[in-house]
């Protein structure tokens, strides 16, 4: 059966819009890392707020050096800016508890690095001819270049969330429900679909290439689970009863002494959390966050169901019974709006549930792209015919079963940096990222 998935309006546009495109795509990117490297003072940049990030300025500079090794001198053929620190900022040479002790770039030398180093890969932009070369076909590597700073403008933002002190980041409320109460679960029927892609120009190596797979009929939750169903799983003892985890979650919880999802704590009025510098009561109908996938393993055990297989869950995001095609995102192939998800930054928290009706699937699936990252069951490795490409460490050297696969972004992730098909992973204890979760189970029918 050959795959069927939607065309990608991309390829369709002219080389001068491509560029224009692109253009828009980077600027967007710099704007945002301008926001969050700009809200803390100098001292702040350089400190080191957790051992499991980064200093801000190294993400900084580290977003500069990855784009002219790339678009400056691969794709411009331009002479290097600064050979110097390519070891400094290559993330496979240092641990990111050691990067502090670095003879790092500091705030404003950064800042002058990252802006000269655009200024060129601008003018590339200009005269770098769009097709010809896959690097550079439909613009690819400037798409990569752009997900890559939106991944660590996210991962900046998880920093900030991890910081103490005084609030740096300000958004509006994430909206309510615009539907009322929506059902619980949702059937997906068996059959096959196409998983993957091979028509999405900026799709990256792991994304690919598209291929037919069959699914078991099953039923997924139609949003994430909220902290009032979690709060539900707390207080009935779900922390405290090794029945409901696995044996290597079981361990991780004891060991680490884990009680409730990152950042959250008890007083005598209930549940409260600590949220970008903010000390607020948990609103019981936001998507719950910060939890590792033992614990979403254990949640859906205590309710009776299991987490999905990252086939369900992409099945469950892009297959359209209608037409048998695979869609590029759930409501269909246009691009992500706010009216359809929760991306980018612009809140500062998970919704509710029925909060983007305008981005459900066609199986009534809500919320499948932005809020939280979700778990899945499946070890992230790579689709029969993988190739990396352009290198194997964006993905390759993770495949095997210490990573899980993570899909759907969250509010913290970049309309650029994620689609139906796009992949994310992470160890299973991680709970610093925006990781939540929904559950299925089988359908015996």
């Not at 990256?204 to 799983?233: C, K, M, Q, S, W």
């Not at 695979?326 to 500062?348: C, D, F, K, V």
Request: aromatic letters at 12%.
């Amino acid at each position: 059966m050959p795959v069927n998935e939607a065309p990608n309006p991309l390829r369709a546009l002219g080389t001068e819009r491509l560029r224009e495109h692109a253009a828009r795509a980077l600027t967007r990117a710099r704007s945002r890392s301008t926001v969050l490297t700009e809200a803390v003072d100098d001292a702040e940049l350089v400190r080191q707020h957790s051992k499991l990030m980064s200093p801000l300025v190294w993400d900084l500079a580290h977003i500069g050096s990855q784009e002219e090794l790339w678009l400056v001198r691969d794709v411009g053929g331009l002479d290097p800016l600064r050979p110097d620190i390519d070891d400094l900022y290559d993330a496979f040479q240092h641990k990111r508890a050691d990067r502090p002790s670095l003879p790092l770039l500091g705030p404003a030398e950064a800042r002058a690095y990252v802006g000269q180093v655009r200024a060129k890969a601008f003018d590339v932009l200009e005269k770098v001819p769009m097709e010809g070369r896959r690097l550079t076909e439909a613009g690819f590597a400037f798409g990569m270049i752009t997900q890559h700073e939106q991944q660590h403008d996210e991962t900046m933002l998880a920093t900030h969330q991890l910081r103490e002190g005084e609030p740096a980041l300000h958004a509006p409320p994430a909206p309510g429900s615009r539907t009322g109460p929506l059902p619980e679960e949702v059937l997906v029927p068996a059959g096959r679909f196409t998983m993957g892609t091979s028509v999405e120009p900026w799709a990256l190596d792991n994304e690919r290439p598209a291929h037919e797979v069959d699914v078991d009929a099953f039923l997924i939750d139609t949003t994430p689970v909220t902290n009032g169903a979690y709060v539900d799983f707390l207080e009935s003892g779900g922390y405290t009863e090794r029945r409901w985890w696995s044996e290597e979650g079981w361990r991780y919880r004891t060991e680490n002494d884990i009680t409730a999802p990152r950042f959250w704590w008890r007083e005598t009025d209930g549940w409260w959390r600590r949220r970008f510098g903010v000390a607020e009561p948990v609103p019981p109908g936001q998507f719950v966050v910060h939890v590792s996938f033992y614990e979403a393993e254990a949640y859906a055990a205590w309710a009776g169901k299991r987490l999905p297989t990252e086939r369900e869950w992409e099945k469950a995001a892009r297959f359209d019974p209608a037409t048998g095609q695979s869609r590029r995102y759930p409501w269909g192939n246009e691009e992500p709006t706010p009216e359809h998800a929760n991306l980018g930054q612009r809140h500062l928290t998970p919704a509710e549930p029925g909060a983007y009706p305008a981005g459900a699937s066609p199986l009534g699936v809500h919320h499948l792209i932005g809020d939280v990252w979700e778990w899945t069951s499946t070890d992230f490795a790579g689709y029969p015919g993988f190739a990396a490409f352009p290198y194997r460490e964006y993905s390759e050297v993770f495949f095997g079963p210490e990573y899980k696969v993570l899909r759907g972004g969250s509010f913290g992730t970049d309309e650029a940096a994620i689609r139906g098909t796009f992949r994310n992973w992470d160890y299973p204890i991680r709970r610093q990222i925006f990781s939540g979760f929904r559950c299925a189970r089988d359908a015996h029918v």
